[in-house]
Nanobody
Framework: QVQLVESGGGLVQAGGSLRLSCVVSGSIFINSMGWYRQAPGIQRELVARITSGGTTNYADSVQGRFTISRDNAKNTVYLQMNSLKPEDTAVYYC?????????WGQGTQVTVSS
């Protein structure tokens, strides 16, 4: 059974940094991994994505501030978040995508105070 375990969320002041991690267990061939977020009243937003080939994509709102990376040996994806803003406050979810299925973590709360 595929499971995703997230960690790293918390409360931080504006301008601070956090690093989220997501460990994937189970038998799966991962085509892509990434993070999305959801805040009240806002549609779920894809924040960052990395493909099996190493290509990365970022939402315009986080470009230049967030960095996605992975450790293939550990089946782990990271999201380094720098220069955090109050508008980054949301529940962050990691996901993995195989050829046929998507899997999601339970989410971790990131709160940025001003």
């Amino acid at each position: 059974q595929v499971q995703l375990v997230e960690s790293g969320g918390g409360l931080v002041q504006a301008g601070g940094s956090l690093r989220l991690s997501c460990v994937v267990s189970g038998s799966i061939f991962i085509n892509s991994m990434g993070w999305y977020r959801q805040a009240p009243g806002i549609q779920r937003e894809l924040v960052a994505r990395i493909t099996s080939g190493g290509t990365t994509n970022y939402a315009d709102s986080v470009q230049g501030r967030f960095t996605i990376s992975r450790d293939n040996a550990k089946n782990t994806v990271y999201l380094q978040m720098n220069s955090l803003k109050p508008e980054d406050t949301a529940v962050y979810y990691c996901y993995v995508a195989s050829w046929s299925s998507n899997y999601w973590g339970q989410g971790t709360q990131v709160t940025v105070s001003s």
